[in-house]
């Protein structure tokens, strides 16, 4: 969170904050547009990512979650990803970036669409190119119309 009470800090902060946002963004855009390099530049090469808590999930590396993810929204026709309420934790060159999402999808063979919402955790770091997540759990909390059958 911006501490606006240190204001020598606050321009530098600002432009980190926004740029952390804008992370978030190209992330969204590249899962919805399938878009599997410009995904892997949101991370740094080593990150861990954590999308256990949705169904069918995985946790690994960047680049086996990267090709999972691709494996698997090869048959999804559709998803709209809406990142929101942004909280970002600022620690020099780390932050810890919480955001809420929520996103609706169109699985093949279902009628309806279905829709899913929780919250992105980051753990951020400033490298040479930029700010990049080296580390995404994602927490889903609730899933409408989901392509698994409930417990």
């Known amino acids: 969170m ?30 919805d547009t399938r878009d599997w390099d410009l995904y892997r530049t949101v991370f740094t090469p080593d990150a861990q990512i954590d999308y256990t808590s949705a169904p069918f999930g995985i946790a690994g590396p960047r680049d086996e ?18 990142v929101s309420n942004i909280e970002v934790d600022l620690d020099g060159d780390t932050a810890t970036v919480h955001a809420q999402f929520y996103n609706p999808m169109q699985f093949p063979g279902f009628a309806e669409l279905s829709f899913c919402g929780g919250y992105y955790h980051h753990q951020m770091v400033r490298t040479p190119d930029g ?21």
């Open 65 to 82: 979650v990267a090709a999972w993810l691709e494996q698997s929204l090869s048959v999804v026709p559709m998803s709209m990803h809406y």
């Open 2 to 31: 911006i501490d606006s009470s240190d204001s020598t800090d606050l321009p530098a902060r600002t432009a980190d904050t926004l740029a952390l946002q804008q992370l978030l963004a190209t992330y969204a855009r590249a899962v």
């Open 131 to 151: 700010w990049r997540s080296r580390g995404l759990r994602e927490e889903n909390l609730w899933f409408v119309n989901s392509p698994t059958p409930p417990a």
